[in-house]
Structures are given as C-alpha cells and as structure tokens.
C-alpha cells in the first residue's frame, strides 16, 4: 500500500546534519512508489532528493556558491563538447535515473547515448528514467564524504555506466571509473580525457578543480 502526499508536503533538514538528512522508509508509514518520490521531488524542487536501493531517501540542501560555480563551469565545459558531439544527450544534477537495482540518483553531470536515450519511451522520459547513463559526473562538495561519493560511483558502474569520474577539490584529485578496471587517480590534472566513450573530449578542470 502506498502513501499519498499532501501537495502541501515540505522536506525540512533538522539538526544536527544542516546539510544532509536520510529518511529510513522503515520510519515512514508506507514505502514510497515510483510515482510517491517522483511527486515529492517535484513538491520540494529547492532540495536535492536520491534514495537508495533499500529505499532510504537522503535529502540534501542546496549547493553553496564556490560548489555551484564549479557545477556551472563543468556543465558548460561539457555541453559545448556534447552540442558539438550530438551522438548523446546530457543532462545536470536536477535529473533523477531510476537504476536497474531501484535506486535513484542524480548524478552532478551525466551523459547517455542517444541510441539508448531514444530507446526509452517517451512517457518514462517525463518523470526519473529508467536507465543507467553511460558517463556520470560527481563533483565532491565540503560536506560530502568521500567514501560515501566513492560507494556511489561503484553504484553506477554496477548499474551499467562505463565511465564515470569523481571530481574532488578538496584534495585537487580526479578519480576515474571504468568497468573491470581499477580505479585510477590523478593528482591536480589540468586537464581531462573522456576517450574513448567520449569522443574527442579533452574537458579544461581549471574553475571546476581549483
């Protein structure tokens, strides 16, 4: 049986975690459908919402200014290579995947091919696709943990992404995902290849990394 939300229904971070506040469905009265979390996302668009495989949800408040500066600067540096591309479509941190283990994430950039996009009905397009992306982007933030990040980009790999890279400031690294493969890390690259999933990407770190 599942819940029904009150349009009225707000998200409020108590303390003691300002930044960050998990839900355990366990806690709620019902476990959220598809359709549940999809309505409370859309009730709450100033927050951050995910929930994992086991169906916790993890709200998260917005970004601050340094952290949404460097989002912006990584979306426009990746979305002039995907327009020029066009064999994929991108997507920011505001889009929510449902992946095949259930959980739903919204990765801080991803990138889906389009043969695969195209193949998703339209009417699943509208709400959280039911896909994994092909290429996913996490830009590590002052309050983010970096296990937590790290367990997440496993997440990904193991929900059929093939490439995915962990942006972290804090400690001026690129961690680089890829299936079946060890993860390889970078220390204050400059710059940074998305060969050969990415075609002729070469993405410029400098307003993202430092």
Same mark, same amino acid.
């Given at each position: 049986m599942s819940t029904r939300l009150s349009p009225n229904?707000?998200?409020r971070p108590t303390?003691?975690?300002p930044d !960050?506040?998990?839900?355990?469905? !366990?806690t709620l009265q019902h476990k959220l459908t598809d359709d549940d979390f999809f309505a409370l996302c859309q009730q709450n668009r100033n927050l951050r919402i995910e929930m994992t495989k086991e169906g916790d949800m993890i709200v998260m408040m917005p970004t601050g200014g340094e952290g949404g500066n460097r989002n912006y600067n990584l979306i426009v540096e990746f979305g002039i290579w995907a327009k020029q591309d066009g064999t994929g479509v991108g997507f920011d941190s505001s889009t929510g995947f449902k992946l095949p283990n259930g959980a739903k994430r919204s990765p801080d950039l991803s990138w889906i091919q389009r043969k695969r996009w195209t193949r998703v009905p339209?009417?699943?397009?509208?709400?959280?696709?039911?896909i994994c992306p092909d290429f996913v982007v996490e830009l590590r933030s002052e309050t983010d943990d970096l296990e937590v990040v790290q367990a997440k980009m496993e997440e990904?790999? @193991?929900n059929g992404a093939q490439l995915g890279w962990l942006l972290d400031p804090l400690e001026k690294k690129v961690h680089i995902y890829?299936?079946?493969e060890k993860v390889k890390l970078l220390n204050r690259p400059k710059t940074i290849s998305g @060969?050969?999933?990415l075609q002729g990407l070469k993405l410029k770190l400098a307003g993202i990394l430092d």
């Amino acid at each position: 049986m599942s819940t029904r939300l009150s349009p009225n229904i707000k998200l409020r971070p108590t303390p003691p975690s300002p930044d !960050a506040l998990v839900l355990r469905w !366990a806690t709620l009265q019902h476990k959220l459908t598809d359709d549940d979390f999809f309505a409370l996302c859309q009730q709450n668009r100033n927050l951050r919402i995910e929930m994992t495989k086991e169906g916790d949800m993890i709200v998260m408040m917005p970004t601050g200014g340094e952290g949404g500066n460097r989002n912006y600067n990584l979306i426009v540096e990746f979305g002039i290579w995907a327009k020029q591309d066009g064999t994929g479509v991108g997507f920011d941190s505001s889009t929510g995947f449902k992946l095949p283990n259930g959980a739903k994430r919204s990765p801080d950039l991803s990138w889906i091919q389009r043969k695969r996009w195209t193949r998703v009905p339209k009417k699943l397009r509208k709400k959280f696709p039911p896909i994994c992306p092909d290429f996913v982007v996490e830009l590590r933030s002052e309050t983010d943990d970096l296990e937590v990040v790290q367990a997440k980009m496993e997440e990904y790999l @193991e929900n059929g992404a093939q490439l995915g890279w962990l942006l972290d400031p804090l400690e001026k690294k690129v961690h680089i995902y890829r299936p079946n493969e060890k993860v390889k890390l970078l220390n204050r690259p400059k710059t940074i290849s998305g @060969e050969p999933l990415l075609q002729g990407l070469k993405l410029k770190l400098a307003g993202i990394l430092d």
